[in-house]
């Protein structure tokens, strides 16, 4: 019989030669079906508390002997009554209404949804485009990945998507400045690419800015100090809604609760889900302003973003323990120091040739590799992938994406578990000779 699952943003040929199943786990280790040992270091960016928290399933069987599951369509359950609660007490303060999805792509759509809808109430119909940045991801239906820049049109034609309601700004790629600049000389011109698009098309017909405060896919792209802000300077200029995707980067990932936290940034919507309660269930959520609920409130207009398992009872009771151990166990501050060890031990790969730049953003991690130090001319992505796959033999499972190697581990890692990653890396790179993996007429002379 063949191997059953097609599984998504995976080379399906290149996975079956080396196949990985994973039958158990428990804090920040997986284990497979020959009974071998993994740190986990990628977890989807949502197993933020590592697994087999005895809270989180404590409170995921009490609450299934109450309530499985209702529907949020015309009723409410209480353990999501009491989850939006909790997020609006925890979020910056002006966000006060929660919708409730089951992915970050889904929780993305309804903040499109509600902008456009927001500006035809007040019969502003033609402010609809939508501004995302170059490389940004922002989930994968159809109209998230249209709203997405990190395959560059690779899939547009072939997926049929409808990019003509989007448009890109430069992002804050410091390694591959497209303004050639250094962090010593620059004047945020990408942050300044926002005002020239609003320039270029009008703001009438703008209707949101749509951010990750750190482009996780993309491997980690930290803003400089002052562009977060520079655009939503620009938003209020114009009257263009500033929405900040924290999918990635909520609940500490960054080393604050939300990433804008670190910013003077008072986002219209912040968009949730990944680490919400700790990876364990299926929900998302996008926080809204009284300002933008009180058109729909008065015209007593649906919302049409109708999600079966929306504000499922179980993942919410979930979230709201999560939320509890993030506090009560002081996550964030125990982070701080994991993630700076961490932070020292990979810069410290800058010694090997083809480690072109290291970055981090709290407990984010990112290793850009190169064939050439000089040109930065990018490793072909099939060479990266065989360094991925010793890196994974060693014990230490990881994400590859294009030339980038990317590492999310737990918030709450033991410093001896990172002490033990940062030595599977190191061995791996020692062992790691990239001439002979590239084709005869690119071998580096």
Known sequence: ?????????????????????????????????????????????????????????????????????????????????????????????????????????????????????????????????????????????????????????????????????????????????????????????????????????????????????????????????????????ACRRHDILFIADESATGFGRTGTLFAVEQSAVDPDMLVLSKAINGGYLPIAATLVTEKLFAPFFEADRPLVHGCSQAGNALAARAASAALRIFERERVLESSYVVAEQLTVGLRKLTEFPFVGDVRTAGMMFAIELVRDRSTREPLRTEVVYELFRDIQRRGLILNAKKNRLVFFPPLNLPSEVAGAALTILRDAFNAFDCEPLLAPSEVIQ
């Not at 197993?47 to 949020?72: D, F, M, V, W």
């Open 1 to 233: 019989m063949p191997y059953p699952i097609w599984h998504t943003h995976t080379g399906m040929r290149s996975f079956l030669k080396e196949p990985l199943t994973i039958v158990g786990g428990s804090g920040p280790f997986l284990i497979d079906t020959q009974g071998k040992k993994y740190i986990n270091g990628f977890g989807g960016l949502s197993l933020s508390l590592g697994l087999s928290h005895p809270a989180l399933q404590e409170e995921i069987e009490a609450q299934a002997k109450i309530l499985a599951y209702t529907p949020l369509f015309r009723m409410a359950n209480q353990a999501a009554l009491d989850l939006a609660d909790d997020l609006v007490r925890v979020s910056p303060q002006h966000l006060t209404r929660v919708v409730f999805s089951n992915s970050g792509a889904e929780a993305v759509e309804a903040a499109i949804k509600i902008a456009r809808d927001y500006f035809a109430l007040q019969g502003r119909a033609g402010k609809r485009q939508i501004v995302t940045l170059e490389g940004s991801y922002h989930g994968c239906t159809f109209g998230t990945l249209a709203a997405s820049a990190i395959y560059e049109g690779e899939y547009d034609e072939a997926y049929g998507l409808d990019t003509s309601g989007f448009l890109r700004i430069a992002s804050p790629y410091c390694y591959r400045c497209p303004f050639g600049r250094e962090p010593r000389s620059c004047g945020l011109e990408c942050a300044d690419s926002f005002a020239a698009l609003i320039a270029a098309k009008g703001a009438d017909s703008i209707a949101a800015l749509v951010v990750e405060p750190v482009l996780a896919a993309a491997g980690v792209l930290k803003p400089p100090p002052g562009y977060l802000d520079r655009l939503a300077q």
